[in-house]
Structure formats: structure tokens, C-alpha cells
DNA sequence: TTGCATCTTGAGCAATCACTCAAGCATTCC
DNA sequence: GGAATGCTTGAGTGATTGCTCAAGATGCAA
């Protein structure tokens, strides 16, 4: 591992990111990686080691990205609840990425029999985000928006599925009005979480 | 074209449609598919013309059985809407396939963006699901077991996305217990579609 | 058995794959 | 200025990619 000084890392993180997210792993060759950093490819074995390393890190950096994203729709918006759902509404908003599906998800189902280091890459950082998307559902139990009896890490995980599901769905080409309804639908049935029940 | 005879045309279908389903379109060499299918190469390019050939045959193979699939349980079940929420459960029964993603969305997400033939084939597949449901969802308004007010499309829209995150959800490594939960909430999400507002 | 047509075979094609490394270059230190 | 250090470079590595096609095997009719 060498610091990058001329290429920025981060730069070509992202470069590489956006490679990867087009035509996945296999997809992608490090000539197209080449192209898409402007790096060599000495540079490239130098910086990530490896054409899965590069994944790997990229990946990383994808899941900071969704995790940074998360939290600032939970800072921004009136309370936790509404910050979910803010975020599952945003997803149909991004007009460059609306049409993209979650990463992880895409390296799961790449990589869903075999690589097992991209595998649990995936898994590590899905169940990242799951347990953030758990800590503002307890975030509203504290403030009394949900009911004491949810169970958050339950409604975590069907949250998450709605995402992944919605990300999906979003691929599929010509989507976009339809996507926006679901992702309201999602969003209104994260609200109902809400109700406090007797 | 060539009508296979010593090798059954079926039998290769469902073993590329195998392979495939592991490895991906580009994580499955040609080497792959002619250890899965027990065929030379110019065997397998005078019967489906090309590797991409023989894919979109082992998709479109892939949604009939979906289909089919989706049929069986409409008419074992004792309504449409129980016929639904059974198809989804048993997605979390299946041992064999119940770790591998619905294969319509992993070609959507590896050809999310470049090839279009894949990309359309994909789309048509998905489509052809979410009018199945839409039928059921029909013969039960028919039947009165779902409200005349429901809006078909979209409600057979929401259920396929859930249906495309349970299987993606399915995916996680030792995901198995939570996928049956995650089964159940939908199947519960679809029965509530039984009854009739005022 | 012979002649013809069709099917099967697998060695081999050019192109591309992930990856390496010796040489060139710039910078920094004394 | 000269030596040392370490980053940058890209031609080149052997392996593998998707795919072809001439030659051999096979089946059938006469």
C-alpha cells in the first residue's frame, strides 16, 4: 500500500466506484478502470493491491457514502421517523442514481455463490446500515414517536428490504414515475410506525 | 438453429440456467458451460447461437417456471389471494434455491447499464410476473375477496417489489431464519388486501 | 456396401484478461 | 551538484476469453 500524492485516493475511489457500480465486478476490467481513474496500472496494484482490493475499498466507500446520507436525513429532518422516511423518499429525487440499485445488493447477487471476501463485504456493510437504521428507530422510542413495544431490529430489517427492493425496482428501465409512487408508499407505511399502540 | 437430439435441448437449458445463476453472465466462461451442460463448444453455439444466446434462453426457460410456478399455487390455493401469499412464503420453504436471488433482478442489476438485449429481456420477464399478479389480484376482485376500489397495478407493483427484496434479502449469508419472518410480514401485508373498506 | 447428408468434436484462433517489473523520472537530502 | 530514494510508467507476461471450422463420426437410403 503506497499513498497516493499525484492521483488523489479518494478521487479514484470514487472513479473506480462509479466503474464498478455500471458493470459490476466482472464487468469491469482494469483497462476500463485505467480509463475511468487515469491511473496506470502499476499505480493502481500499487494503491489497492488488487483488482478485488479496488472493489473492496470502493465498496467501503459506498457504504460511508449511504451511511453519511442516512444520518443527514436524520439531523435535517423533524424527528427520526420522518428522517427514514425522508431518506427512502430521496431515493426516487437523485436523478443520477435513481436509476442505480444499491450496491451492496448488487455485489450480493454478483458474487452470491463463490467470492467469498466480496460476499461478506456486502453483508458487513448491509448490516451496517440495518443497525443504523435501528439506532433511529430507538432514537424514537426514546423521544415517545414509536410505540416502546416496536421491535426495532425486526422493523429495521423490513425497512431495509423495502430499500433494497425499491433499489431494484428503480433499475428497471423506464421505472422512474412508478418508482417515486412506491417510494412514497414505503415512506407513508414507515410513518405508521408512528401510531403509538394502546 | 439445430433441433438437439443427442444432447437434450431442455436438460443444457437447465444446467446453463444453473450455472448462470451462480456465477453470473460474465462470471460464467464458456469452459463453465460446457462442464454444466456435458456439451462441446459448437454444440452449444449451433443450438443457442451464442453465450449471450444461450442466456437469454436460460432466462426466458427461468420466468416460465416462475410463472408456472406462480399458477400452481393460484390454483392449489383456496383463493387468489391466499394463491399470492402462499407463492411468497414458500419462497422462504424452497431449501435449494431459497439463497439465490430472483435471477430476473440479477441480470437487471449486472446489465443495469450497457447490454440492452439482456437488459429488455430482463424487463419483459418482470413484467410478465407483475401481470400474473395483476390477474390474481383481478379474479379476486371478481370473486369480491379483494375491494373493486383496489388499484391492481399498482397494488401487484408493491407486491413484486417486496418479492424482489425478499429474494435479494435471501441472500445474506445465514439470513435463513429472518427470510421466513420477512416471508411472513409480506404474506400478512397481502392478506390485508382482503378486506373490503366500506 | 456405398454415397450422401447431418451431427459431433476439440484443437486452435485472435483478443482480452489480471497483473508485473525494470527502466525512467522527479524530488529530497547532504 | 551528486547521490539516494521512491513514485510513475507502459510494454509485456502467461493464462483465459468467446468463438470457429475442418475433420471425423454417425445415420439413413438405395
Not at 48 to 74: C, I, M, N, P, Q
Not at 78 to 102: N, Q, T
Not at 160 to 172: D, E, H, T, V, Y
Request: net charge negative.
Amino acid at each position: 500500500m503506497v499513498k497516493l500524492t499525484t492521483h488523489d485516493r479518494a478521487a479514484a475511489l470514487a472513479a473506480g466506484l462509479d466503474a464498478f457500480w455500471q458493470w459490476g465486478f466482472h464487468g469491469t476490467s482494469m483497462k476500463d478502470l485505467e480509463r475511468a481513474t487515469g491511473m496506470h496500472p502499476g499505480s493502481i496494484y500499487a494503491a489497492f493491491g488488487s483488482k478485488r482490493g479496488f472493489y473492496v475499498a470502493a465498496l467501503d466507500r459506498y457504504t460511508e457514502d449511504v451511511l453519511a446520507d442516512l444520518r443527514r436525513h436524520a439531523s435535517e429532518a423533524a424527528s427520526p421517523i420522518e428522517g427514514l422516511a425522508g431518506f427512502v423518499e430521496a431515493v426516487a429525487l437523485d436523478e443520477d442514481r435513481s436509476a442505480r440499485s444499491c450496491m451492496l445488493v448488487k455485489t450480493l447477487l454478483e458474487h452470491g455463490e463463490g467470492d467469498e471476501t466480496l460476499r461478506r463485504s456486502a453483508e458487513s456493510g448491509i448490516a451496517a446500515i440495518e443497525t443504523e437504521i435501528g439506532n433511529n428507530l430507538r432514537r424514537a422510542q426514546q423521544r415517545g414517536e414509536a410505540s416502546a413495544s416496536l421491535e426495532v431490529e425486526h422493523a429495521a430489517r423490513r425497512i431495509q428490504l423495502n430499500i433494497m427492493g425499491l433499489r431494484s425496482f428503480a433499475c428497471r428501465p423506464g421505472a422512474n414515475e412508478s418508482v417515486a409512487l412506491m417510494a412514497h408508499d414505503i415512506a407513508s407505511e414507515i410513518r405508521k410506525l408512528k401510531q403509538v399502540p394502546s
